[in-house]
């Protein structure tokens, strides 16, 4: 009774630390905008200054949006990346989708050269990146799925994962090597991470893939917690290992695959979170990290954005560079404070 009420309080903490960092990441940045002007414009009032309102509404506000869903998006992944393979330091690109994406767009940013030119300009266009991005992750993730159902080890398909990732990022070291300067500083950027190149439309597309991912994520629960007994325990439960492996590894494609599509790989959101809730909560109860992962990573992320927007600057910093500066000393600290880490 007492652990029910602690949790209920810790989730009226999180949701109200969610509603501030939301409101906090819309009014803060370069320009920075009164807590009252950025309620009137969601509200359909008016702000003080019309080029406020449209900072908000065009800028600010979809890229706050893209925040939440890849922080949640990339946290869930990580969560069941580390129930699956019962690994505190496996993540959510463990699987080598993230290594995928960027061969994709590594493809299209460093060989668009040899193409006719009105085929270059598609192919170099945000569209066109993404396109390739989803292509060399999806491509990755069959090739997994392909091997996961002649290897019953589940350690197996993360080594599998892991050969997937080297050998991908060993091809995009061969193509960087033979690129212009150019094209290598277009790729770095993208490699860099962003959330604020997403339109409206775009934006929508996201929303939906990490929606089916979350809902894939979300009907795993029980067997998540079946699986920390061990596979022998979840099979005595009735529990089709085979098939809660796939729709988890699917889950994760579909999320951390969808992200970096969009958004770039962006690092340590997905290894560091779901640790924060288990130490928060004090459970390996699923159906209550779920939902604190959720909020932590939604929290987290925007966090992340606020310190990349350099508020009182006109700099805007990579976003992958502050999740990795965040994230790392926190994985650190984790393994530290515990050192017989199972």
Request: glycine fraction near 8%; charge should be positive.
């Amino acid at each position: 009774m007492a652990n029910k009420k602690r949790n209920t309080i810790l989730f009226i903490v999180l949701g109200l630390g969610l509603l501030l960092m939301f409101f906090a990441s819309l009014s803060l940045g370069s320009v920075n905008i009164p807590f009252r002007d950025v309620y009137e414009s969601l509200t359909g009032g008016q702000a003080s200054k019309s080029t406020w309102e449209y900072i908000i509404i065009n800028y600010r506000l979809p890229k706050s949006f893209t925040a939440v869903l890849v922080g949640t998006g990339l946290s869930i992944s990580g969560l069941l990346m580390q129930t699956l393979f019962r690994n505190p330091l496996a993540g959510p690109y463990v699987l080598g989708l993230s290594s995928g994406a960027s061969l994709g767009v590594a493809f299209v940013i460093l060989g668009a050269g040899f193409l006719p030119s009105f085929l270059s300009a598609f192919v170099l266009s945000s569209y066109g990146i993404v396109i390739a991005s989803t292509f060399g992750s999806t491509m990755v993730l069959l090739l997994v799925l392909i091997v996961s159902q002649r290897l019953r080890d589940t350690m197996a398909i993360l080594i599998v994962g892991l050969m997937f990732g080297s050998f991908t990022t060993a091809i995009v070291s061969v193509l960087t090597y033979f690129s212009t300067a150019e094209q290598l500083q277009k790729f770095t950027f993208w490699s860099m991470g962003s959330l604020g190149n997403l339109s409206w439309t775009t934006l929508s597309i996201l929303a939906v893939c990490v929606g089916i991912g979350l809902l894939l994520s979300a009907s795993s629960i029980k067997p998540l917690n079946a699986l920390l007994l061990g596979e022998n325990y979840a099979k005595s439960m009735g529990l089709s290992f085979k098939k809660a492996r796939l729709i988890i590894i699917f889950a994760t494609s579909i999320l951390a695959g969808s992200i970096t599509a969009f958004a770039g790989p962006i690092a340590f959101i997905g290894l560091a979170v779901p640790h924060i809730a288990k130490l928060t909560f004090q459970t390996s109860n699923h159906t209550i990290l779920f939902w604190s992962t959720l909020f932590f990573g939604a929290i987290i992320m925007l966090f992340c954005d606020i310190v990349s927007q350099m508020p009182g600057f006109d700099v805007t910093l990579p976003i992958n560079a502050i999740t990795s500066l965040i994230g790392a000393p926190v994985v650190i600290w984790l393994l530290v404070r515990k050192r017989n880490f199972q």
